[in-house]
Structure formats: C-alpha cells, structure tokens
C-alpha cells in the first residue's frame, strides 16, 4: 500500500492500465491457443472417425444393394433384358463396395486384418455368384431355387463380411460418440478459460481504477473542505 501511496496519479493509472492490458493479452494468446489445439482436435475427428463411419456406412449400402440386385436376378431369371440391368447394377455395387473396403483399409489402420477378412469374403462371394449370373444370361437357370442352392456358400461368405462391416460400423460408432464427448469437453474447458480469464483482469483492474479514482478524489475533497473554512 505504501507503494501505491507513494506513487503519483499518472504512475497508478498507467501501471492500471499495463496491468490490465498484459492480462488481457494473456487471456487473448491462451484462447487462440486453446481453439488452435481445439481446431487439431476437431479436424482429425472430421478427417479420421466421421470419414471411416462414412466409409463403413457407404460399404454397407453396397453390400445390401448387391443382395438386392441378386434376389431380384433370380426373381426376374426369365426376363433377358432385366437379368442384364440387374447384372450391371450388381457389378457397380460390387465394384463400389471394392473401393471402399481399399479406402476403409486405410482408414483405419488398427482395423486392417478385420477389413481384409470382409474383402476375402466379398471375394468369395463373387466367385460364388458368377456362375449363377452366367447360368442366368444364357437362359440355363432352370429355377430360383437352384440358383440359390448354388449360391449357399457365397451367401454365407456374404453374411459373414456383412456381420463383420456391421461390427466395425457398431465400434465406428462408438469411437465418434467417444470423440464428441471429449471436443465437448475441451470446449467447454476453452469457454471456461475464456471467462475466468476476463472476470480475472477484472477482479484486478476495476480494485486497481477504483483506488486511483480514490487518490484523485481525496485531494479534491480535502480542497473543497479547507475552502469551506
């Protein structure tokens, strides 16, 4: 207090006001820290969680429109023209869930052994269901009954990459509820920083400019008594 006292109005108010000033940019240079470190967070959630349930979300489509197109072949097995539409909307699926298995792959690296094992059962599935495609086309399917005897082991290769992209879409889940929980809560520490960080500066300053107002108002009240007198 003797140093305050001891120091001259210009003094208190220019030290106010530094004093001010450094915690303000404090606070300014934490928060642009903070939503650096919160930008980094949230790209990497966009880039790596979003994009690979994205991925496994895509495949799985894939994967259901080529079961579809197949039983809608053996369905339509006597219409030439609709086996060959069927055949080709079966190839695009087929080739799409391909790329995007390729894509998951690297994606997500920690889950490569269980994407290969549903690439080597689409696989078997394809080998599986080509014979009963080209059976198909040249008018050889007797019914769709024995197509989808032939296609026993295909679709049970089939199934088994299916429950496999079903539970990596389960934990892809998981982990992007895991990852917005936690970029809530870093949001919520940044916002909280932000706000102890101005009620801070102002829990110094306002004291601070209150005690100079004070230095400048006793003089002039001491003053006005003596003129009184």
Known sequence: MKFWNGMTIRARMVLAMALAS????GVGAGGVWALEVAQGHFKRFVDEDLAQAATISQAREAFSGMRGHEHELLIQYELLSEVQRLKQLWLADHRRAKALLETLHQQAPGQQAEVEAIAVGLARYRVGFLPVLADT?????VTAA??????GDAHAALQG???RLQALEARAAESV??????????????ANLLIGGVAL???IFVPLM??????ILRPLQAAGEIAER
């Open 22 to 25: 450094c915690m303000l940019v």
């Open 137 to 141: 086309e040249d008018m050889r399917l």
């Open 146 to 151: 024995e197509g989808l005897r032939v296609l």
């Open 161 to 163: 990459a299916e429950q």
């Open 177 to 190: 509820r895991e990852r917005r929980a936690q970029l809530e809560e870093r949001q919520n520490f940044i």
């Open 201 to 203: 500066t102002l829990a």
């Open 210 to 215: 209150l005690l100079t107002l004070r230095s």
